[in-house]
């Protein structure tokens, strides 16, 4: 199983947002701190097990939806609002994981890592897609090379990096050729849409 | 102008969303709408045939179909939510208006089937539910390759009002609103928008809110 494992475009992950992400059937909550500090984390406040994905970053912290508990970079609860004079004891922390990025996308790691993501050149980010169905690169005509799946989709060269999601599900990130214009990247994006209804087997 | 109105209903919402971002006054009457079916009753049958809310009336005006509603509001209110900066805009927004309707018969039906137990073939909604939000990410992925914010243009219009509530309440019938980075974006910056208020599980941006001090728990 390779270390790192694609889970967002970096564009899509703004200082300030949350989102949930899944990696090796976990499920994560990915968010980003005001100053730009990536972070992935069990997706499970320790106080009463609401998605931390729900919460909400203020500055450098993620905060939970439910009763406001928040939580430092390193996972240590750092302030219980109902409690406002408590320090919060050392043991409520939550569980963290090793989120970095690479060429404008984002990676995840579970448990230790031996190698970095690999730093894909010459293109820029599209978007990302899920598809409700498992994902064959060859029979769409894409070939592996440098880390990720190389070929057109509307007649713009792309690298396709794939997520395997649970229940026979996956997420595409999908980077077009750096020269490709906003008309040729609407074209892709097309391209993406037409393959996406090829995967899962829907008739045009 | 009298809203013929119902708190969880997201059709309503858009309306008092619109009049909260206009300034317009609204006088809002409480339909029972769930459990006492009151849109079924007479009375309301006389005002809106067709029983479904929500409903306004201005004067000797009854309209009875919430994309003629927002058009009326912005009309009179806020005639830049009309979109009418371009043509290209203008039938955008005519487009979503529509679009809006599918919502409703799709995200709306399994959301009263999950919430209120109203019968519906809710594999089916959900399947075109999720058909819808896949278009509306795709046009906001289109858009923001060419500049844009929001679904009309690179300013929210009433294309947006008819959109964004359904797009937040999807996970009520049962539809995950995980898969859409573009729309989670795109609902952020309109609940980021001043005047902008809540509804039953659609809050503004919690960061923009001040700091929680002594919540129960
Ligand atoms: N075309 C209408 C649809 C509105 C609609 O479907 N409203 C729901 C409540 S949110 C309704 O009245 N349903 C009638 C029923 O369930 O009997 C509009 O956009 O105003
Ligand atoms: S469950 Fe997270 S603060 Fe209570």
Known sequence: MPDWTPVALLRDLPPLVVMPVTVDGVDLALWRSASGRIAAWADRCPHRGMRLSHGFVRGEALSCIYHGWSYAQSGQCQRIPAHPDLEPPEAIRVPVHHATEAGGVIWVALDTVTTAPPALAGVQPLRSVTLDARFDPASAGLTESGGAWRGTLGGVAVAVLVQPLPDNRCALHVLAESKASPTDLVAASRGIETLRRQAEGVSA | ?217
């Open chain 2, 1 to 217: 102008m009298i809203l013929y109105d119902y708190a969880l209903s997201p059709d309503c919402y858009k309306i008092r969303l619109l009049a909260a971002l206009t300034g317009a006054k609204l006088t809002l009457r409480a339909v029972d709408f769930h459990p006492g079916g009151e849109h079924r009753s007479p009375a309301f049958l006389a005002i809106n045939p067709g029983g479904t809310i929500p409903v306004m009336q201005d004067g000797t005006l009854t309209l009875t179909d919430s994309a003629a509603i927002l058009t009326f509001v912005a009309a009179k209110s806020g005639p830049a939510w009309l979109g009418d900066d371009s043509p290209e805009m203008r039938a955008r927004v005519a487009q979503w208006l529509a679009f809006a309707q599918r919502l409703s018969a799709s995200i709306g039906k399994a959301r009263t089937h999950d919430m209120l137990q109203k019968p519906a073939d809710i594999v089916a909604c959900r399947k075109a539910g999720v058909q819808c939000l896949r278009e509306i990410e795709a046009a906001l992925v289109e858009r923001h390759l060419t500049g844009d914010a929001f679904l009309a243009g690179n300013r929210p219009t009433l294309a947006d009002i008819a959109c964004f509530p359904h797009s937040m309440l999807a996970p009520d019938g049962g539809i995950s609103v995980d898969p859409y980075p573009a729309i989670r974006l795109w609902t952020r910056s309109v609940r980021a928008l001043p005047g902008f208020i809540e509804m039953p599980g659609i809050h503004r941006l919690h960061d923009l809110k001040p700091e929680p001090v002594g919540v129960p728990e």
